[in-house]
């Protein structure tokens, strides 16, 4: 079963994405959120494998909700269903969606968006333009664990305090920071920095 956590800002339309899931018999609804109220919520509140973010506001709460979620649960897989016309979905992409799918879409692709991003893989709107997609930051290339290890050494995180952050041995830390930087083309936490800031990586 794949658990999805729903994060929505209009009651109505998380009631209509809640219904197409209780269709579905390998998708269920763990709970539904309201993005406001993702700051309130601890790590161990997050029971899914998945959420689903359609939000009416605009990208800039877009693009905070999945990097709160991300906060939360590293490892999250994220689809966003843009409920209304989104200016730059590359930001939302870049923040760590592994899901984009435009507004109009219907209820059997999104069904098939989520079932495929649970599984591992991305999905991304072919509607989108051939220069978004060219666009995207290279951090999209890391896993969970990289990514993770990646922000806190932009973050200025010692190899013990993160290791200790993340309840793992330092070589594991070395380990993983080592394959995000040859994933990267990189060679120091100085060109890291550097790419981080071009792409708006952990602001």
Do not use: W
């Not at 590293?74 to 979905?89: K, S």
């Not at 080592?178 to 120091?188: D, E, F, T, V």
């Amino acid at each position: 079963m794949i658990r999805v956590l729903i994060v929505v800002d209009l009651p109505l339309l998380g009631s209509g994405l809640r219904s197409i899931l209780d269709r579905e018999p390998d998708l269920t609804a763990t709970a539904e959120i309201a993005p406001e109220r993702l700051n309130a919520l601890i790590p161990a509140q997050i029971d899914a494998d998945l959420a689903l973010c359609a939000l009416e506001r605009g990208d800039s709460d877009g693009v905070r909700a999945v990097r709160r979620l991300l906060q939360l649960r590293a490892n999250l897989r994220i689809v966003y269903f843009a409920a209304a016309d989104v200016a730059v979905p590359a930001a939302l992409l870049d923040a760590g969606v592994h899901g984009y799918l435009a507004r109009g879409c219907d209820a059997r692709t999104l069904v098939y968006a989520l079932r495929r991003v649970a599984g591992g893989h991305d999905h991304i709107d072919a509607s989108l333009p051939r220069s978004v997609l060219l666009g995207l930051s290279p951090f999209r290339r890391l896993s969970a664990r990289e990514r993770e290890v990646a922000l806190l050494t932009v973050q200025d995180y010692s190899t013990r305090g993160i290791a200790e952050l993340l309840g793992v041995d330092e070589s594991t830390v070395r380990t993983v920071r080592s394959r995000a930087y040859r994933k990267l083309g990189l060679r120091s936490a100085v060109g890291l920095s550097r790419l981080a800031d071009k792409h708006g990586f952990g602001q």
